[in-house]
């Protein structure tokens, strides 16, 4: 929803921006955070990922390659804590 140009200049004006800033960037850190984890979890950082035969160990199988770019449901971090 994009805010019109009055909005704006009420919302500049507002006593309580400094706190709608700082809940819009706490809603944008989790949201970024959420994303970001998501597009992490690739094949290459799995721990059933066997890289020098490009093959995952759980289903004994070399995944497509949207699986190997975007993850899986059964994706595990290697790093384990």
């Known amino acids: 929803m994009a805010l019109s140009p009055d909005d704006i200049r009420i919302f500049n004006k507002g006593e309580k921006r400094e706190l709608v800033i700082i809940e819009i960037a706490k809603e944008l850190g989790a ?5 970001l984890d ?3 979890r690739t094949c290459i950082n799995c721990i059933h990922f066997n890289e020098p035969t490009e093959q995952c160990r759980l289903f004994k ?9 975007l993850g899986c449901d059964e994706y595990q971090d290697q790093i384990p804590f």
């Open 31 to 35: 949201v970024m955070r959420k994303h």
């Open 38 to 40: 998501e597009s992490t």
């Open 61 to 69: 199988a070399r995944p497509p390659a949207r699986i190997i770019a």
